[in-house]
């Protein structure tokens, strides 16, 4: 069964900063991998979708890579701003099934002004 | 704009009680899924959907129930069987087995009181 670690669980930084998120799982046959963002009290909003064959995806200040085979991926967040502040989860998605999709427990982000 | 509905935001159940949280989308999605999401936890997978009239228990489905009678919709119903259904509630979706990524809802948050 696919384990899902993110680290660290919680982050405060200045505003500006650039910052890296981890998230590290256990089994490697995965389809493909999703960050999500989380505000307090809110669904996940979809920030970046990278499939097993792609080791990049950008949109904006964000950049997550994958490393399927030694099972990690990171989110790159350029420039914070007190806007990014939410908790952030990874998941990643199985090879075959609906069921395989798991998540980590998220990291807490807090940018301060 | 199409997307994930979640009602109601806010649910109050008694003991003993039946409730039932609905989902509807219009993304014309095939695949439907239910978490459940604790403080401090990932998302854990309730029940899901590939297809209508069908559906599979995931790692938690003791003590809830579900239906897929439309394509547009899965209500999840937490029974008097689930011993600690506090917690709040995540509908999702997804083309097929996931591989386009899986699309939320806001969420609903479930107390017993």
């Known amino acids: 069964k696919q384990e899902v670690t993110q680290i660290p669980a919680a982050l405060s930084v200045p505003e500006g900063e650039n910052l890296v998120l981890n998230c590290s799982f256990t089994?490697?046959?995965?389809?493909?991998l999703q960050w999500f963002r989380q505000d307090p009290g809110k669904g996940l909003t979809s920030l970046l979708l990278i499939q097993s064959s792609q080791r990049e995806q950008t949109s904006g200040r964000l950049n997550a890579s994958l490393d399927k085979s030694s099972g990690r991926s990171t989110l790159y967040i350029a420039a914070s701003q007190p806007g990014d502040s939410a908790t952030y989860l990874c998941a990643p998605g199985g090879e075959y099934n609906n069921n395989d999709m798991r998540f980590g427990a998220g990291t807490r982000l807090t940018v301060k002004p | 704009d199409g997307g994930i509905t979640q009602s109601p935001k806010y649910l109050f159940r008694k003991e003993g009680q039946n409730v039932t949280l609905s989902c509807e989308q219009n993304l014309n999605h095939d695949a439907m899924y239910w978490y459940r999401q604790d403080p401090g936890q990932g998302l854990r997978l309730i029940y899901y959907?590939?297809?209508?009239?069908?559906?599979q228990k995931g790692d938690i489905a003791e003590g809830y129930s579900v239906s897929r009678e439309k394509k547009e919709s899965f209500p999840l119903t937490v029974t008097s069987a689930q011993k600690n259904p506090t917690a709040f509630y995540l509908c999702?979706?997804?083309?097929?087995?996931?591989?386009?990524?899986?699309?939320f809802g806001s969420g609903t948050r479930l107390t017993v009181v």
């Open positions: 959907s590939q297809i209508v009239n069908d559906f």
């Open positions: 999702a979706s997804s083309i097929g087995t996931g591989a386009y990524g899986y699309t």
């Open positions: 089994d490697s046959a995965i389809y493909n």
